[in-house]
């Protein structure tokens, strides 16, 4: 079973420049997470998919990040205009119907000069 | 005041030695209690979870919770240098709503 994909790996961009990461998660996985590491922090939950809907968008800063799960598959986050503060990992994990497990992606670390 | 605190160590221990991490919390609803294991740039992966108070062994991992202190801990025996990376507690109400904590830097020497 292949895992969680995640595109670009690391991107680095110039302050104000738009970013966009994708993520194809486990064929069948209803559910799909994405999530910002700081450097020696835990990751801390963006948006949460059930299918296309989002159920769980608290978190995300709505005036520069916008997110996308187009027929309950690929989800893709961006980033505009992208800030200093913005540079970290960002993680795509998924989860399947009646498992408890996050499956997580390797993550794109983003660096914003 | 955090959700989920967590001692970020780091934690330098020799091969072999018994390790112990812990978690704390501050909402006494939260009852599904994970630890993830996460290597230098790579994702985090699921290593034991439980959603009750007590024990929970797997192979040379134990979890442990007792929900009265709102504490969780993760002991690892006979530690070996493979088991270096970074250690995550994760807790939620649910297992689609979790609170990690910061995480907890272990490296093994040899």
């Known amino acids: 079973e292949a895992g969680v994909v995640q595109s670009p790996r690391y991107k680095i961009i110039e302050k104000k420049q738009p970013v966009a990461f994708w993520c194809n998660p486990i064929s069948g996985h209803n559910t799909l997470y994405w999530y910002l590491q700081n450097l020696g922090q835990g990751p801390e939950l963006l948006i949460r998919?059930?299918?296309?809907?989002?159920?769980?968008d608290s978190q995300l800063p709505k005036d520069r990040f916008s997110a996308e799960r187009l027929k309950g598959v690929d989800s893709t986050l961006k980033i505009q205009p992208a800030e200093l503060g913005d540079s970290a990992v960002y993680l795509c994990?998924?989860?399947?119907?009646?498992?408890?497990?996050?499956?997580f992606g390797p993550g794109t670390r983003l660096t914003v000069l | 005041q955090k959700e989920v605190e967590q001692d970020p160590g780091p934690l330098s221990v020799p091969e072999g030695a018994i390790v112990s991490l812990n978690c704390t919390y501050s909402?006494?609803?939260?009852?599904?209690f994970m630890w993830y294991r996460q290597y230098s740039r790579k994702g985090p992966e699921l290593l034991m979870y439980?959603?009750?108070?007590g024990n929970k062994e797997d192979g040379r991992f134990t979890a442990q919770v007792d929900k009265s202190s709102k504490y969780i801990s993760l002991f690892i025996r006979d530690s070996q240098p493979s088991d270096s990376a970074t250690y995550l507690c994760?807790?939620?109400?649910?297992?689609?709503?979790?609170?990690f904590g910061s995480g907890t830097q272990l490296t093994v020497l040899p």
């Open positions: 994990a998924t989860s399947s119907d009646g498992r408890n497990e996050q499956f």
């Open positions: 439980t959603y009750s108070s």
């Open positions: 994760a807790i939620g109400g649910s297992a689609r709503q979790l609170t």
């Open positions: 998919y059930e299918n296309e809907e989002a159920v769980d």
């Open positions: 909402n006494s609803a939260f009852q599904y």
